[in-house]
């Protein structure tokens, strides 16, 4: 099954996330088939960008979202 969720980036203590489109079979930070976003929760504002044209093609082809990513998006 295909699924939308975060990949951890960044340093130590100082994490910056990925929204990536995976399969869930693969490790959280194991390879990707499409990266659509990324997200800083560092930030004051918190900064989110997320490519909403594919993340509609994603979930229309029955890609899942994890619940991290249900909860920042909106969704």
């Given at each position: 099954?295909?699924?939308i ?24 930070d ?10 800083n ?6 900064t989110?960008v ?11 082809v ?14």
């Open positions: 099954m295909t699924v969720r975060l990949t951890r980036m960044g340093r130590k203590k100082q994490p910056f996330y990925r929204i990536a489109v995976t399969d869930s079979r693969k490790r959280r194991g390879g990707w088939i499409e990266l659509i976003g990324h997200y929760p560092m930030n004051d504002e918190k989110l997320v490519d909403q044209e594919r993340l509609d093609y994603w979930l229309s029955g890609a899942q979202m994890s619940s991290r990513v249900k909860k920042i998006t909106g969704k």
